[in-house]
């Protein structure tokens, strides 16, 4: 059974920095292509990030370019994004996916940006 375990949110003032984890299981890892999608209060799902097996390419939403940088550990089965400069826009839950839309992802991790 597929598994996707998000962590690493919390609240931080605008201009900070989180890193956010996913822990993968019950699927080949290696070969899927990993993506991140948010979730801000009352909207839908918002496509971020994704990275290709074995690491290249890396994609990114315009409004997170240059901001957040995506990576993978295939020996841990684990998908980062390290964000930085966070914007108040930047509030919302995470998830990490297995497709581009979000459909297969996790219960999600909790960005505030707020000051």
């Known amino acids: 059974e597929m598994q996707l375990l998000e962590?690493?949110?919390?609240?931080?003032?605008?201009?900070?920095?989180l890193t956010l984890s996913c822990a993968a299981s019950g699927f080949d890892f290696k070969s899927t292509r990993m993506t991140w999608v948010r979730q801000p209060n009352g909207k839908g799902l918002e496509w971020v990030s994704s990275i290709n097996p074995g690491g290249h390419p890396t994609l990114y939403a315009d409004s997170v370019q240059g901001r957040f940088i995506i990576s993978r550990d295939d020996a841990e089965n684990t998908v980062s994004l390290q964000m930085f400069n966070l914007k108040i826009d930047d509030t919302a839950v995470y998830y990490c996916a297995t497709d581009l839309y979000g459909s297969r992802r996790g219960q999600g991790t909790r960005v505030i940006v707020s000051s």
Do not use: I
């Not at 949110?9 to 920095?17: D, M, N, R, W």
């Open 7 to 17: 962590s690493g949110g919390g609240k931080v003032q605008p201009g900070g920095s």
